[in-house]
């Protein structure tokens, strides 16, 4: 194997064909034969199958309440509406993260101040949440982004001393650890989605979590009408509201909204569920096992807790390195990046999400056609923010990158990829004059 780098004429150093190494969700004839269960009962608009997969899967986060959604933009939307944002309110969420965190807000008629995110965790900055909390503050959203646990302790304090609720985004860390405790136990209320190409997958899903029955009891009288004691034909009779607020409006979704999971993907959760979790100790061995290999060198860094401190990163959701420039001669990202898709591993670029403050959704949108942006249009404090105000998340294409996302642990194959990596990084010099 040539040591120069592909890019610039070598050998590349990815040569074995990755075959299943990123294959996701593993299905199997077990899952196969659960959908099409349901399926041959006409049973798709059912309860049964998702009541169980709601218990069953509460159970393994050890939490109360669980509550099945037909996506996780519909479980987010119910949960800021449980919590209590409303017209006027604000919700405080970080910039960089997949739009359904926030854009539910601006529904209900809030809107959202965005926060920083740290640079090393690309989570919630917990030093610059506090100063954003006001009198309509309603609730904070934290995402534990691509896996990474969000620094919990420092953001329960913060809320609890204002009295404002916190909401986890769960949707890329099912399983995952804080400091020992599982991610989504640890707020009041998560929302987490379970689409296809997410950590645990079973099609177009989403499922809240909680310990706080009155907070569940709002998502249920939000999204699902027959839970609320109405009689029908495909899920008999349900009555899962007792809250005097509630129960006047039985019968009919508070959010005009039908926030039901297909059975389908409930019958896929439960077997999914099975070897949910020995499959995410394989991916964690093979991330692991990456960036040990890569450990020390210049410019490319973990993204992931300390080995010592009781977090994990789940099922490492679109795995993202650090990267910085400053040990690499200044060398641009995605130059880096070049570097590496030559190499042979064509998923690597610059970034992650965009920064979302700056979408002109949260700065000119009039989603109710009342004439203003509809993240002032409610009464609400004019909080938009333009470019330079959240410089981490602004300057995310160059400060992370795509990596594999490896499924299987296999040492001879990561090896190659690690050797990418390590290449692009040790012929950073040579990669500097190409630039234009
Ligand atoms: C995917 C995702 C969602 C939305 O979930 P859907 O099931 O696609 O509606 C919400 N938040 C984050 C952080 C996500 O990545």
């Known amino acids: 194997m040539s040591n ?3 890019l610039l004429g070598g050998s590349p150093a990815i040569v074995t064909d990755p075959g299943d190494l990123f294959a996701w969700p593993i299905v199997t004839q077990e899952d196969e034969d659960a959908i099409l269960d349901v399926l041959r009962r006409g049973a798709m608009s059912g309860l049964d199958v998702t009541k169980e997969w709601e218990r069953e899967f509460a159970a393994w986060n050890g939490v109360e309440y669980g509550l099945g ?9 119910a949960a800021m509406w449980a919590c209590e944002v409303g017209a006027g309110t604000e919700i405080i969420c970080p910039s960089m993260t997949y739009w359904a965190s926030a854009v539910p807000a601006l529904q209900l008629g809030a809107t959202v101040n965005f926060a920083d995110i740290n640079p090393d965790t690309l989570c919630l900055d917990p030093a610059d949440l506090e100063h954003r909390i006001g009198p309509r503050t309603k609730a904070i959203v934290v995402v534990h982004y691509t896996g990474y646990p969000c620094e919990m302790d420092e953001i ?6 204002h009295g404002v609720r916190v909401i986890e985004d769960a949707s890329h860390a099912h399983g995952g650890l804080y400091k020992g405790q599982m991610v989504g136990t640890l707020g009041d209320i998560t929302a987490m989605s379970m689409m296809a190409g997410k950590g645990f997958a079973v099609g ?3 499922m809240i979590l909680t310990n706080d029955r009155t907070l569940y009891e709002r998502c249920v009288a939000f999204g699902h009408y027959e839970r609320t004691g109405t009689v029908g034909r495909w899920f008999g009779v349900d009555q899962q509201i007792t809250d005097p607020e509630l129960t006047p409006y039985s019968g009919v979704p ?15 959760g439960r077997v999914q569920l099975k070897y949910y979790p020995q499959r995410m100790a394989e991916i964690q061995a093979a991330m692991n096992r990456f960036w040990d290999l890569l450990e020390g060198v ?7 807790p300390p080995a010592d401190s009781g977090s994990t990163m789940g099922g490492w959701y679109s795995a993202r390195g650090l990267y910085r420039a400053e040990e690499l001669g200044g060398l641009p990202c995605a130059r880096y990046c070049e570097a590496v898709r030559a190499e042979g591993f064509p998923g690597c670029g610059p970034g992650a999400n965009g920064a979302l403050h700056l979408h002109a959704y949260f700065h000119t949108a009039d ?6 942006p509809t993240s002032i249009a409610f009464g609400q404090r004019d909080v938009r923010q333009g470019p330079g105000s959240l410089p981490v998340s602004e300057s995310i294409n160059e400060i992370a990158l795509s990596i594999p996302w490896f499924k299987h642990d296999r040492p001879d194959v990561i090896a190659e990829y690690a050797l990418a990596f390590r290449k692009a990084a040790e012929h950073a010099d040579e990669l500097g004059e190409e630039v234009e």
């Open 4 to 6: 120069d780098l592909a």
């Open 69 to 77: 959604c037909c996506n996780g933009t519909a479980g987010l939307l």
């Open 156 to 161: 329960m304090a913060i809320a609890r001393k």
């Open 204 to 206: 177009e899903a989403g």
């Open 254 to 268: 508070l959010g005009g909204a039908k926030h039901r999971l297909n059975q389908w993907c409930a019958a896929m």
């Open 298 to 304: 210049p410019g490319i860094h973990a993204h992931r």
């Open 367 to 372: 989603i109710f056609r009342m004439g203003q």
